[in-house]
């Protein structure tokens, strides 16, 4: 779950008919007679799926539930700034028992999980604090956890320093010669001290209460079936005091290549079903040209494509996050006749704001942060128009599938076109 601080929203296009910003709750939509209505959010016509409870940090960084059906709105976990709607892919928790520590589904090695030693992230005093009951680091596990022979996986936990301040994280996947990948943090400072392996991406992202998400992604390549996990306080090699224990708190193993939001479980895996949103074309849309502006927060995966937005229609428009081997992360718009706009230049976790616009001349897009933006063909030539018989539109996912795994924070719609420099002052 991508929580990057963004900036102020961006000034609303001129001419704007669509104007739904996730960060205030309201909308502004062109009704047939051209007259643009503000509106809550929850009565702008918008329809929202998730068939299962939800959880994101409220405004105090507190994780709050979300019922099913309903949208979750996230706001940072330190600052409290409201970020917009969180959406995610479906995915199970695979650790037994996330909220006690104490059970035996947890193994211990020289450690006594001491339950309700402080505030959780649910901001009730039920906390695990993982002592050592030795003069030596422990561990505490679950072993062996199935898992599919391919595909990335995620591990993370809420920790925070006791008198201890480092923590390891490792999964051991199983077979001969399958590898284990661990990486070490630092609770005061919310760093990441060390990793194993060039496949493995380590995150340490802010959570409430004091707390730091802590956790690595990587992929299965070595075709196992099954994953052990085990968090330890250890120090060694870090230069850091040891202590003797660490607070730890909501732990999540994930088969997605990249940190989402906590899944309660009990005696079986938890599973959180995927976010859609949806509202249906109206006056506000037309057909053959407009602006399309958008805000929010990206996550830190490198192979999944991810939906920022979907015009359906014969030939619909789609907004994506992809993955290039040699460029790293970018942005996409598809006209689905073999048009593209690319926006090179997204960096993991951050706060992204692009610009689009489109016409029988050819299409044009920007971002903030600079980077390498061009078009696939001549933006002269190629022609970018969209066809009659839109349907909806589709907010952080495609039909149903491949969710945004981070926040939409505003989306904007003009039926005006701008060139480049129009665009970059709209994202600047």
Known sequence: MALALPRLGFASPAGATLDLDFRRRRASIAAASGALARTPLDAAGLTMGRATNGYSPGPTGILRQATSNTLRFVNHPRTGAPLGYLSEQAVFNQFLQSGDLSTAAWGRNGVNPVLNARSNVFGQRAAALILDTTGSPGSLQQNWLSMPTSGGYCISVYAAPYDGRVLTVTGFLTGSGAPYRYCTFDLLTGTVLSKSGTDLVPFCLPGPAGYWLCGHYAYNTSGSNGIGVMFERNASGTGL???????????????????????PTGAAAGLRDADSLTLPIGAWFTAGSG???????????????????????????????????????YITADDGKGHECQLFGVAPFSAVRLAFSYGGAGMIGVKSGGGRNYLGGDAVTAAFTLPGGA????????????????????LAYSPLTLDAAGLTRLVA
């Open 241 to 263: 005091s040891a202590g003797t224990g660490i607070y730890l708190d909501a732990p999540m193993l994930t088969m997605l290549p990249q940190p989402t939001s906590y899944i």
């Open 391 to 410: 349907a909806n539109l589709e907010i952080a996912h495609a039909g149903g599938s491949q969710q945004l795994n981070g926040v939409t924070g505003r």
């Open 291 to 329: 602006t399309i502006i958008w805000e929010g927060t990206l996550d830190g995966t490198a192979g999944e494509i991810q939906t920022l937005l979907r015009i359906t229609g014969p030939n619909p428009i789609t907004v994506q996050k992809r993955f290039h081997s040699t460029l790293g992360t």
